[in-house]
Structures are given as C-alpha cells and as structure tokens.
C-alpha cells in the first residue's frame, strides 16, 4: 500500500516530485529490466568466454595491463586468466543477477551487479560499444534507488507497518533522468557534419553500413530518398526534443508516456534495422523508469475486480515457512491488498486446515481451496499467471501438484530451512542528504565530462573531476553515429597457409577463400562483440591489438589441428568499400592491415 503522503505537500513540491520523481513501480519494472539484461549478456558473452576473457585469447592480461588499460580502471577478472576462473566469476554474476531480479537485498546485489559489469568491461575494452556504457551507468544510477520496494522479496517480507510513498524524489532520481537525457542530448551535439545538417543522408549513410545492416535494414535502403531524408530529420528532432516530453508541467503523464513510446519505438527500430546487440533493449528498459503513477493507478482499478477483492487467505501461523511463503506469493501474484489471515484466529478455519493438512484459500462466493487447487485458484486471479490456470487445473498436473504439496506439507521443518536466509525487515524509502549530495556531486561530474566530449578545448576537467569519473566508470561519449555515420566500410578476409600448404580463410573456420563481398555481411560476425571488435580492429588506432588477434589466430586453429593441418601463416585483408553517395557503386580496395606467422615470430608485421 501506499501513502497519501503528497496530499500535505505544497503545489510546488508535488510538481516537482511529479517531474523528477520516480514512481516505485516503474523503478520495480527497471530492476527486472536490468537484471534481465545482466542475465542475457552473460549468456550472450560466455559463448566466448575463452576467446575474450581469458589469457589463450585474443587480449592477455599482460598487454592489457602494460599498454592498453587505463591506470584508473580496475578489474576482478584481472585475477586470473584461467577459463574456470571466468566461469566462476559469470556463474556468480548471474547468481547475483537473479538475486536482483527477485528483489533480495536488492541495494547491495545492484551494488555487486554494478561492480562485477563494470570488472567484466575493463576486462576487453575492445568488445565494447555505446550500449554497454549506457548498461553500466543505468546500474550505477540503480544503486542509489529504493528498486526493491515494489513487486521483490524485500517488499513481500517487509515487517514495517508504515505505508510506502508512490514516488520518490531525491538527488539520485534528478540524476538518472538527466544521464538518460544526456545520451540524446549530447549525441545530437555530437552530429555536427553536413551529412546529418544540410544532406539529411545520415539514413541513407548509416543503413549502407554493411557490417550494421540486417535484411530489413537493406530493405529500408531500398526506399525513396526523400523518405530517408526524412527519418534523417526525424532523427535529430527526437534526439534533442523528446527528452523535454518528461518536464511539460502541464499533463505531464500523457507526455511522459508519449516519450516513453517514442523512445522505445525509435529504438525498436534501430534494432530492426542495424545490429546493435543489446543496445536498444538497454535504452527501451531505461525508458520504463518514466512511466507516470497515474499508469500504474490505472491498471491497479482496472484489476480490483470482486473476485480478486473477495479473496482471503490463511495460513498456519505456528509454521513460519508458511508465512514467508504467502507473503511471497501474495507479491509476486500481484495480488496486493489480499487479506493474509492466521487459521488460528478462525475456529473454523483453523479446523479445516488440520483436517486437510493445507492452507486455506476463501473465495469471494466463500468456497474453500486447498491444497495444489488453492495453488491454481490464486494464480487463477493473478493477472500475470492466468494465461497457466488451465495447464494447472489439468488433471495430472494437478495430480503431481497436489503429491508435491503434500510432501511439503508434511515436511515442514526441512522446508523451512530453505527460507531461512528469508528475514522479515523493515523497509523505508527516503532520501538522505548525504546520498543527495553525493548524487548531485557526480551529476556535476558527468556533465563536465559530457560537455567537454563536444568541447575539449573550452571545457577542462579538474584532476579530480576527471579520476573520480574513471574509477567509478562514469566515463561516456555519446558518439553513435557521430559526427557522421561511417563510411570506411568492408568485410574481412583472411587467407591462411597450413603446413601442407593449404590454403583456407581463417576468418570463415578453414573454408576456402573467396573475395568476393558476402551477401549479409553482418552475418559474418558470429555476434555483436565480435562485430564490435573487428570493426575497433580495423582502425589505425588500435594497430597494437593486431598482434594479439594473430597469435590468438594461431593458438586457437592450432590447438583443434594437428601435425601438417597446423597453421602456419595468414595475412589479414579488409576489404575495404567507402560508401558514396546517391546509391553509386563503390570500388573495393584490398588493404592488408596484418601479417603473421604461427611459428616465426619474427615475421610478424602491419
């Protein structure tokens, strides 16, 4: 339940709350976001956990630390180059993941999730890109925030009598709102070519990028100039006026909403047009955290039906597994405000559940439920587990169910043992000063930091500002597509010698070479942070990374082969295609950025 709290507070102050406020549900609804995301990309990363975390692959922790790490940045997975001790470190990421997912001290698990990204990121800066930065600041910003007061096991247990705010507004809430403003903001002022300005062939530019491009992407090219041009505008005048939806003081939910939809859907796109990973599934969750209180209040109406109104619920109350689990249950159903009685107290009650050995489910006609069928019943009214009432009422579901319940019933003692860890404590949600200082003070970083992104010479980072920033991996340059969309564009193409004299492309798993241009080049990449890496790969830049992927070339080829089918020297070739303007066909250059042998280091050379 929440408080009426707001009803004392001048006009001003619920203004204000109204504009830079969070409601708790929405901030409930990140935190699962969030914790879905850390699950997915430790998924998604762990298929080249080897490749790209340990010391066989393509960065060592030696070249890492003496040429290429920042002296600020810090790492746990810098302890170790050991696969099995990667493995680890992702098993217990997720482990802390899922701990945030259901809300289980949910302050110090975002804490942990935060620092362990954040290892997990200085670990290859190589495999990085802007969605990344976005996902680690999003959970910096979370630590701050009360995630865990709606819809979380902290909530379920929560033995405070007092009743919860519906929105909270403190240093932290200003700050999360402006650093996912300041992604928009800044990117526009970062989109300073003629190209996006006085062309509007930013469109047309971006979806030629064929190391981006999916099929609908191609498809989206194929369409009329004028209509690029225009999503081209459309682009740039939501990137710098969207944001401002969020602070119309006047019907402010309806045109936070409307910025919640826009944002999402212009990311929807992007996804369905470029490759970016998980980048646009971590700019739509940040997005959820806007949703107005007037929206939640709305569906929770909508839902207090004489059914779910009429439900009461009973429980043993010498059995404290009993009790934990109701209250769980009662939260994650979504059944807020159903009575949770003790049997005890009902003479009735109390004998009805001795005889039947259950808790006792009262409907609103006041039919009685026990058992597994009391399980369906509730989940029956649950809006999120509905659609499963009839898989649950089937009979040798309900069959296994009920013997389940049993066994648990009768087993009380053991069972209770698997909620110990379960506390009842009291939760608050408040501000402090000194957390409102704090956030503030790094608000004040981050926009320094930001404004001398598009302002290097004008605006200078006290020392301070500027390692503060970068131990905390506050750093971030919202540079997508900026000043211009790439042009340099190509595919790979690495022709390999094995020692009988075979000649394979390593880069395709030993088929034979070709150099003519792929259909999808996109799908040449096995995922995202491959993509990534070969494109950072290419650049001048980051020439010092090319020894490593080549002796990563040859330990990976030549530990699956054996004897005459060994690597033994390859030459890296991009073939390099500019994209020029108005549709024209582009020549192709071949350009070897790299040479190596597997067995002469010597010869190994741009």
Known sequence: ???????????FERKLEELFGLDLRSLALFRIGLALLVVTDLINRSKDLKAHYTDFGILPRAPLVEQFLNPWFWSVHLFSGQALFQSFLFLFAGFIAFALLIGYRTRFVTIVSWALLVSLH???PMVLSAGDIEFRLLLFWAMFLPLGACYSVDSALNSSSKALPERI??????????????VYWFTWALKSDPIWWKEGSAV???LSIDQFATPIGQFFLGFPPPLLVFLTYTTLGIELL??????IPIRTSFFRLCAVATFILLHLGFGLGLTLGLFPFISAI?????IPSEFWNGISQRLQTP????????YDGECGFCKKTVYLLRTFLVLPGTPLLLAQDDPEIFADMKTHNSWVVVDWEGYKHFKFKAIAYVCHLSPLLRPLTPLLEWRPVLSVGTKAYEIIANNRRAASKVTTPLKFRPLEVRSSLLTDIIAFLLLLCVSLWNLRTIAPSIFKL??????VTLVLRLDQKWSMFAPYPLKDDGWYVIPGQLKDGTEIDVFKNGTPVTLEKPRLVSATYPNERWRKYMMNLWSKDNSKYRLYYGRYLCRNWNSQHQGSQQLDTFSIYFMRENTLPNYQTPTVKKVRIWKHSCFNPSSEDN
């Open 1 to 11: 339940m929440f408080s009426k709290e707001k009803k004392f507070k001048s006009g």
């Open 122 to 124: 200085s670990r290859n």
């Open 169 to 182: 507004l403190s240093g932290a809430t200003v700050a999360l709102t402006l650093q996912i403003c300041f």
């Open 204 to 206: 047309y530019y971006a």
């Open 242 to 247: 969207g944001p401002f939806l969020l602070f």
């Open 286 to 290: 940040a997005w959820l955290v806007f």
């Open 307 to 314: 059914q779910r109104q009429g439900l009461k619920i009973y």
């Open 462 to 467: 006290p020392s301070v500002v500027n390692w």
